[in-house]
Each structure stands twice: as C-alpha cells, then as structure tokens.
C-alpha cells in the first residue's frame, strides 16, 4: 500500500489531475523475471471507498 500512495504523491506533485492517477505495481520473480501479481492502485483504491 505504501507504493500506491508514493506512487500517487508523486503524480500528484508533477501536477497530475487526481481523475487521473494511476498506479500499477508488478510484482516480479527477480531469478525468472516473471510478473507474477499486478496491483493497479487506483481500482483497489476505490475497492476500499478511498
């Protein structure tokens, strides 16, 4: 959740509309380089009524 918010403070101050942020964060294998899991912030955001 802390890169979500990270990743919105920074669209936020490099003057982002706040319809517009969004987040995705993949999650990698670091030995195969697969992406195994995919958050996108701004869906799970809404999710949770934030």
Known sequence: MSLGYSGTI???FSGASSDDFNVTINIVNADTGEVFDTV???EDRESFGQ
Do not use: G
């Open 40 to 42: 996108n912030y701004s």
């Open 10 to 12: 920074y669209q936020l």
